[in-house]
């Protein structure tokens, strides 16, 4: 299926060929018939009925289909995500009523397990909201503090029991699009923790406006370095992953002004920096 910008500029295409040849016409028939202020009047006015009446059959044939598509599937969409959130409360508002009842370690244990999957699950949910939004008009723009937001999800790697993280951060408010910023920062932490051993350390610093993901992993050729924000590219095929990771980290820098910078050494390890100059506060 086309690109709303190729359907605009194979629109664009057929309407210029079309009034082109038709203006060409125009200028036969005056040229044949000799110029005159009446002969004027009525090309113009023919050759102006002709682009209206063209420039609608074009629109209705492209166009129409694909706004009435996007208008169903936005209804559905809001059906779909609304369903899905009722279970959603129906857990967290059960746990919550039976941990209040319940005194056995073991079945606070469970209902701990379950409230921490619903949390999981509560995240998913906010991110295909997050996604769907994202297809379908702008996202919003939040304000909030990036030490925070760093610690809320290096929190919940650390649950993984694997890399150790070093953390030095300060309070620093910026503006973008939130959940597209946990996005990336997430993209660049798996990468950090897939290309190193688990015992390697990664550090986290934010300073002089620059937020920094360093690890001690495998590092990367310039070659590789050069490459790396490509979609589907991947360093080590023997690593788990799609390859498009960096790619997307890269497209939302780009949309919010932030400036990407990745320097690598192989055997040495990666730093990643992100420059959020642009978008503080």
Request: aromatic fraction near 8%; proline fraction near 1%.
């Amino acid at each position: 299926m086309l690109s709303r910008g190729k359907e605009l500029f194979l629109a664009m295409l057929i309407y210029v060929v079309t009034m082109t040849v038709l203006l060409m016409s125009v200028y036969r028939f005056l040229e044949n018939w000799h110029w005159s202020e009446f002969n004027f009047f009525i090309a113009g006015a023919l050759v102006f009925l002709v682009a209206i009446g063209w420039g609608y059959v074009l629109t209705a044939i492209i166009f129409a289909p694909k706004k009435q598509m996007e208008d169903t599937l936005t209804t559905l969409t809001k059906d779909i995500v609304h369903e899905l959130n009722i279970p959603l409360s129906t857990i967290n508002a059960n746990t919550s009523m039976l941990k209040k009842t319940v005194v056995d370690e073991k079945s606070l244990k469970r209902l701990q397990r379950i409230e921490d999957a619903s949390v999981r699950l509560k995240k998913l949910y906010d991110e295909l909201v997050y996604s769907l939004h994202k297809e379908m008009k702008q996202i919003a723009k939040e304000k909030f503090d990036v030490a925070v937001l760093v610690k809320e999800r290096i929190a919940i790697f650390e649950e993984q029991k694997r890399n150790p993280f070093k953390l030095v951060l300060a309070s620093y408010e910026i503006e973008v699009d939130k959940i597209g910023f946990e996005q990336m920062l997430d993209n660049i932490l798996i990468n950090a923790m897939k290309y190193s051993d688990k015992d390697a350390p990664i550090t986290v610093t934010l300073k002089e406006h620059v937020l920094y993901i360093e690890d001690k992993g495998l590092g990367m050729t310039t070659a590789e370095l050069l490459r790396v924000h490509e979609r589907y590219f991947q360093g080590d095929e023997k690593k788990d992953g799609e390859g498009i990771g960096l790619a997307l980290v890269k497209e939302y820098c780009d949309n919010e002004n932030i400036a990407i910078q990745l320097h690598s050494e192989k055997g040495i390890g990666t730093s990643v920096s992100l420059d959020l100059i642009k978008v503080h506060l």
